[in-house]
């Protein structure tokens, strides 16, 4: 979901990457549902494995939850989300999850760009 308004809310200005220590075999079906329901589909995206080359290529690293199975690097910028878990859960609860991510994603678009939206 964070990729999605990332990819979103940036208009192209920011490269995404998105990634998981242990990822599922398929993007949440619930979180899909909810996401659309804000007008962006994430049904095409497909889960990866965090590798470090990814995460020496970026700027900002953005974990939630993946603890020591994350890999760090000095002057890399590293924002842990302790957000709830989506997986497993109905629709109803990911749109909490859903609407923080977003608030937290726009935070970050106007530290990146310095631009509000």
Same mark, same amino acid.
């Given at each position: 979901?964070?990729?999605?308004?990332?990819?979103?809310?940036?208009?192209?200005?920011?490269?995404?990457?998105?990634?998981?220590?242990?990822?599922?075999?398929?993007?949440?079906?619930?979180?899909?549902?909810?996401?659309?329901?804000?007008?962006?589909?994430?049904?095409?995206? #497909?889960?990866?494995?965090?590798? #470090?080359?990814?995460?020496?290529?970026?700027?900002?690293?953005? #974990?939630?939850?993946?603890?020591?199975?994350?890999?760090?690097?000095?002057?890399?910028?590293?924002?842990?989300?302790?957000?709830?878990?989506?997986?497993?859960?109905?629709?109803?609860?990911?749109?909490?999850?859903?609407?923080?991510?977003?608030?937290?994603?726009?935070?970050?678009?106007?530290?990146?760009?310095?631009?509000?939206?």
């Amino acid at each position: 979901m964070a990729a999605g308004f990332l990819e979103h809310l940036g208009q192209g200005a920011i490269e995404v990457r998105s990634a998981g220590s242990i990822p599922g075999d398929r993007v949440n079906p619930a979180a899909v549902e909810a996401m659309k329901e804000v007008g962006i589909d994430i049904s095409h995206a #497909t889960p990866k494995v965090l590798t #470090t080359e990814a995460v020496q290529a970026s700027d900002v690293v953005i #974990t939630m939850g993946c603890g020591d199975a994350c890999p760090i690097f000095p002057g890399k910028r590293y924002l842990d989300w302790a957000l709830d878990d989506p997986a497993g859960q109905g629709v109803d609860a990911v749109r909490a999850i859903r609407d923080e991510i977003e608030k937290r994603i726009r935070t970050l678009i106007t530290e990146i760009t310095g631009e509000q939206d």
